[in-house]
């Protein structure tokens, strides 16, 4: 039987097995020590069917990274459109991927071992964009609020990066080998802090 | 002729080289792939010299990681002896670590590959003290700053995590694989506005 004929909810529910069982295994053994076989095996399907959906393991790979890429950018567009002033706007944004980020953890600390570990083989994906695409969102906030008068004059290049800093740190305590020391009430405190660097004169 | 032969400066030199060319193949290729045999290949050394020094792979790995943090150890001391405002000393705290980073950028990026990558066999080493070192002296500074009123009163470690995401990420940031956006000035401006966020009332 070829999966084609399969129940459609069998077909999604074998698809997502076998994201679930790459992704722990990528990140347990390494992007290059997981083998199509036990990826596999781990999600109780034969090869054929790991094929049929994704091509090669590479595929597979560069289909879970875009998926994430794909909800980062939807929560995103959600977030930015809430109305309010940009302190709120930019607390709301950090709090939005701050929960994110815990709801995915396993695929977050995939992407840190990608970008930090050593080489693994794993196709080009490029990492850098939901930095990237942070530090923008962020910026443009805060070159709102100087336009408005909301903040004070200033770089908002360093403010971006103040408030990022704290959200990036933030996520990656989640990641530690420690019990986390911040949640999401430290980060809003922490933003906190930093308004009222930015909006004293 | 054995190594306790060799005269003293050419001893240092190829334990020098040793450590040197540990710390680039432990990085690139990561820690298991990294071979006794490679390692002194590109140190220009015979095993023997490596077992002389460092016992074994796992002896010189642990001799390079309490290496850094010895360095890392006596530069605080020289940092938190100074005289100064709250204010100046976490400034130059945070300087003088962004600059020892910098300078130490190969065993940096190593930590981050151990501390993120897939497990890669390396002998236990607790990476974390070198981050709880740094929110441990932050966080006495705080402490002393709101003691004194320098800082408005106010939760010391929320506080304390707002600087050290600043200077954590500005580390990281020098990791990355674009061009680094964060140099010395911008981590003192962002440091700025938490200090104007710490004193505003």
Same sequence: chains 1, 2.
Avoid at 45 to 53: E, F, I, R, S
Avoid at 139 to 164: A, K
């Amino acid at each position: 039987m070829t999966q084609k004929t399969l129940p459609k909810h069998l077909q999604q529910d074998a698809r997502e097995r076998l994201l679930n069982a790459a992704l722990e295994l990528f990140t347990q053994r390494g992007y290059s020590a997981a083998s199509v076989r036990e990826i596999c095996a781990a999600a109780g399907v034969t090869k054929p069917v790991l094929y049929y959906y994704f091509g090669s393991k590479e595929g597979l790979y560069l289909n879970m990274m875009d998926g994430a890429y794909s909800l980062f950018e939807s929560r995103i567009t959600q977030w930015i459109s809430l109305p309010g002033s940009v302190r709120q706007r930019l607390i709301y944004f950090c709090e939005g991927m701050f929960d994110t980020s815990i709801e995915r953890l396993p695929i977050v600390r995939l992407m840190y071992s990608i970008y930090f570990g050593p080489p693994q083989g794993a196709p080009a994906f490029d990492l850098d964009k939901f930095f990237d695409r942070m530090l923008k969102i962020i910026c443009s906030l805060v070159e709102e609020g100087i336009r408005q008068g909301e903040l004070r004059q200033g770089n908002s290049n360093d403010m971006s990066w103040t408030v990022l800093s704290c959200l990036n740190t933030s996520i990656e305590e989640q990641l530690c080998h420690v019990e986390p020391r911040i949640n999401r009430s430290t980060l809003t405190m922490m933003l906190n802090i930093i308004f009222d660097g930015m909006t004293a004169r």
